[in-house]
């Protein structure tokens, strides 16, 4: 049992840090885009990871989606406001038709940029009188009626409290990765700058000694078998 349980315990920390990681880089991604479109600053980045983090926690929606979600968002409106309002509708518009989030935001994106195609796809709630008429503010008004809430209604669903639970889950085990990635740097460091190089040096240094040592200790063996 203890080695079952040492066992799970490796596994939960491999897999925490690798979620740790990959948070990481899924924040680094969204700041670098924000970089590109509107400035960073330390203070912007920690308000977006607030709202990405509150944003999470009443949707039930993992930061994994909503981070790419806001920066596909993002890069087109090089406005944060409008690119958070849009993802408000863009979470409605996939927890009503079941069509994932990068999809609908996407589709949102390419719309306010004057490409309209992709948006007179989202479940037919836009007619198409209003989609030739280009006016993207009566469209985005045409889609919170029909859709707006919908995520909202979702999270309040019993499927909607168990994806909320799953992301407290994620987030404790994103949190124990934090904490582990400071040892398993130390080591890794220890490894690649201390301990690899004296072995390969002891290595160079006897190896030969070693081969010999081999090959009289075969020379042994085969002797005593005959």
């Given at each position: 049992?203890?080695?079952?349980?040492?066992a799970a315990a490796g596994a939960f920390a491999a897999a925490s840090v690798k979620a740790a990681l990959e948070d990481q880089a899924s924040q680094a991604l969204l700041q670098q885009t924000m970089k590109n479109t509107i400035g960073v600053t330390k203070d912007s980045a920690a308000a977006v990871e607030q709202y990405i983090a509150q944003l999470q926690s009443a949707s039930g929606v993992l930061d994994d989606q909503l981070r790419p979600?806001?920066?596909?968002l993002l890069r087109a409106t090089h406005d944060m406001t409008k690119a958070q309002k849009l993802q408000t509708l863009a979470l409605d518009i996939s927890a009503a038709t079941g069509r994932d989030l990068e999809t609908v935001s996407l589709a949102l994106s390419k719309g306010y940029q004057g490409n309209f195609t992709t948006l007179g796809r989202l479940g037919?709630?836009?007619d198409k009188a209003t989609l030739k008429s280009g006016d993207f503010a009566k469209i985005i008004t045409k889609l919170n009626e029909n859709?707006?809430?919908?995520?909202?209604?979702?999270?309040?669903?019993y499927q909607g409290k168990i994806d909320r639970l799953k992301v407290g889950f994620k987030e404790i085990s994103e949190g124990v990765g934090r904490m582990l990635l400071p040892i398993i740097i130390k080591l890794t460091t220890y490894l690649a700058q201390t301990a690899l190089p004296a072995i390969s040096s002891w290595l160079s240094k006897n190896g030969k000694n070693i081969s010999a040592a081999f090959k009289v200790a075969r020379s042994e063996e085969l002797t005593s078998e005959l």
């Open positions: 049992r203890s080695g079952a349980a040492t979600s806001l920066a596909t037919g709630a836009v859709f707006g809430g919908a995520a909202q209604r979702k999270a309040n669903t």
